[in-house]
């Protein structure tokens, strides 16, 4: 998946990372779930420790609950664990993202605004993604890296403008499960139901998924509820968002300096001062250069050589 900046890369590959863990995690515990329930079939008065021993030697950890854990807790519970664990680090890892990203902008603010959707949309009364959008790119914007990049970052499968909004609210939704695992040992209040109510509105059309919303009730007061399914669909409209801002900030001032910050700071790429005239060649040669930047191949060289000689890295 081509992204432009490395915040954005580097949110992509930690969410790769998580899951990687979390699948591999979540077999490893079915089949010592089936061993413990097997040993335990054949030795019922097995003790705490003998459990630990058996199953946890050379481990360096004390497996002191493997009767509880693997035999009285069941399978779907531990999922429903798993996913928690998996949604608030997303999350965690989103508003990182965010935080990393939008604050090389002069605007305050900015990480706030794209955890929400657009002023007026699903019950929102305070500036979001769209307005941090414009409020981005109002730091400058260069049209040289509109047509080198633009093209190319928002054609992005994951790219989603048009449902950008109702992915934040459905982020909302997620959020406000987070905050009430978080902060109010698991119980909904009103800002938790709201989330949910607006979440319930949207359709799979809405949100540009293979699925509709997986969504669980939350009334105020009760236990919220996360479950492995919703985990998933949180990190791929996560991946989604963060494709669709990238794209959207990749023609900015800021990703134009980015961009040179990348070409100037490769040896080998400061070492080419003449560009060949055959035009097969030219074209291959600053394709070349935005890979090998960091970046990828663009859609139109010809604003890129436009760049390269105004900032005086090819010679005249």
């Known amino acids: 998946m081509q992204l432009f900046f490395t915040e954005s890369r580097d949110f992509a590959a930690r969410n790769l990372q998580l899951f990687s863990f979390i699948h591999t995690s979540s077999v490893a515990l079915w089949n010592l779930r089936w061993q413990v329930q097997g040993f335990v079939g054949v030795r019922p008065d097995a003790s705490a420790g003998e459990l630990s021993g058996r199953f946890a030697s050379g481990t360096n950890i004390r497996a002191n609950n493997l009767e509880d854990t693997c035999i009285n807790t069941s399978w779907e519970d531990q999922l429903d664990q798993f996913a ?49 959008l414009v409020q ?33 609210a459905l982020y909302r939704y997620h959020k406000e499960i987070r905050n009430s695992m978080m ?3 698991g119980i909904a209040d009103t800002a938790a139901e709201n ?24 009334t105020v007061g009760q236990a919220v509820k996360m479950d492995i399914g ?15 801002i990238d794209a959207e900030l990749c023609f900015t001032s800021y990703a134009e300096k980015t961009f040179l910050d990348g070409w100037r700071n490769n040896q080998r790429l400061r070492d080419i001062r003449q560009i060949p005239g055959d035009a097969a060649k030219k074209e291959r040669t600053l394709a070349a250069i935005c890979r090998k930047a960091g970046f990828a191949s663009p859609a139109n060289t010809d604003v890129i050589y436009t760049i390269g000689r105004r900032e005086g890295l090819f010679a005249y």
């Open 84 to 132: 928690q664990v998996v949604s608030v680090n997303l999350i965690a890892m989103y508003e990182g993202w965010a935080e990393e990203l939008m604050s090389k902008f002069s605007l305050p603010n900015l990480a706030k605004r794209v955890q929400w959707p657009s002023k007026g949309k699903y019950g929102n009364v305070r500036d979001g993604v769209s307005e941090a």
């Open 230 to 244: 919703q985990a998933i669909q949180l990190s791929d409209m996560l991946l989604r968002i963060v494709a669709t």
């Open 183 to 185: 902060h109010r040992g």
């Open 136 to 168: 981005a790119k109002s730091d400058g914007i260069s049209q040289e890296m509109e047509q080198a990049f633009y093209p190319v970052y928002s054609a992005n499968r994951k790219y989603s403008l048009s449902h950008l909004d109702a992915l934040l």
């Open 195 to 218: 989330a949910w109510r607006h979440a319930s509105s949207l359709s799979r059309s809405d949100i540009g998924l293979r699925s509709s919303p997986y969504l669980s009730t939350i």
